[in-house]
């Protein structure tokens, strides 16, 4: 079964940076498309950007989604965060795995990862 992960979470102070981390693994598998989504305090889940599994780089306003190949991850830089940019930042994997020559569909959220902005 194909397993998704985040990192890279933390507290920063508003204007900084901040990457993010999400990894996909498991065996036989290929993605379709990667999106990041994040839940602020008390408030509906609401996606932030994201890219398909051909891509390398999308840029969404402040949000830039880029691919690391050599760990297999798909990335998440925020710029110029600002204390509305707090909240669980939640990586989701749509794509298909091989199991035993059948093609069966996935898509996977992993377990987020919290991130706060100070003032």
């Known amino acids: 079964q194909v397993q998704v992960a985040e990192s890279g979470g933390g507290l920063v102070q508003a204007g900084g940076s901040l990457r993010l981390s999400c990894t996909a693994s498991g065996s036989s598998f290929s993605v379709d498309h990667t999106d990041w989504y994040r839940q602020p305090p008390g408030k509906q889940r609401e996606w932030v950007a994201g890219m398909p599994g051909s891509g390398v780089t999308s840029v969404t306003g402040r949000f830039t989604v880029s691919r690391d190949k050599t760990k297999n991850a798909v990335n998440l830089e925020i710029d110029s965060l600002k204390p509305e940019d707090t909240g669980v930042y939640y990586c989701?994997?749509?794509?298909?795995?091989?199991?035993?020559?059948?093609?069966?569909?996935?898509?996977?959220w992993g377990q987020g990862t919290q991130v706060t902005v100070s003032s």
């Open positions: 989701n994997v749509r794509g298909v795995q091989n199991i035993r020559g059948t093609l069966i569909p996935f898509d996977i």
